[in-house]
């Protein structure tokens, strides 16, 4: 049925959502009673690039002027806060032996909210380039991304499955017309309550041995 597998990273195959999010905490402890405020809205917009969360924070938020100097130390410090760190992250169990299934059955790319430069990095470090035709990331928005594997392939969206953890990659993967599953550790998430989400585990050896039965049959 498939002839592509896009990966969101951050959620699905490293266990690196943590990270981020203390890194948020981290570069926004100036505001102390902005904090909680800030975190919700990293959660609630995963998927989303850092890019457009600093932008908004500082709007909407924070309520001040975000300068273009601003703007590039806040990318710089998250950057140097969580590299490593997502480097090191431990693997969403059985993402790996995911992987390596559908290594010489798909071919497969990842799309992420991370900066692109970034995340080709991590996926180096990590080792996994081998798996990967294209691994691609922010400023571009993940609809765009997607929108062009399939045009760059020939393909048609219901030929594609798009792996992610967010209301973002769902919204990515209903407008470009692809099939979504959804990874959640909060089964009960309001985002997945959408009646057009028909797929949702909580680790890809759960969604492996889905995948099998009922996607590859």
Known sequence: MFKTIIFDFDGVIAESVDVKTMAFRELFKGHPDKLTLIEKYHL???????????????????????????????????????????????????????????????????????????????????????????????PENKTNLINAILEKNGWQGKEALFIGDSKNDFTAASETSVVFAARS?????????????????????????????????
């Open 44 to 138: 609630d917009n995963g998927g989303l690039s850092r890019f457009d969360k600093f932008r908004h924070i500082y709007k909407n938020i924070i309520g001040q002027p975000l300068s273009e100097d601003k703007f590039a130390e806040l990318c710089l410090n998250f950057n140097k806060l969580v590299i490593d760190k997502v480097v090191n992250a431990e693997y969403v169990k059985g993402a790996k032996e995911f992987l390596d299934y559908c290594q010489n059955k798909y071919r497969m790319y990842i799309v992420s909210g991370t900066p692109e430069i970034e995340i080709r990095e991590i996926v180096k470090r990590r080792g996994l380039e081998k798996y990967f035709a294209g691994v691609y990331g922010s």
């Open 185 to 217: 550790l909060e089964l009960d998430a309001d985002w997945l309550k959408s009646p057009e989400i028909k797929i949702i585990f909580s680790n890809l050896a759960e969604f492996k041995k889905y995948f099998i039965e009922h996607l590859e049959s």
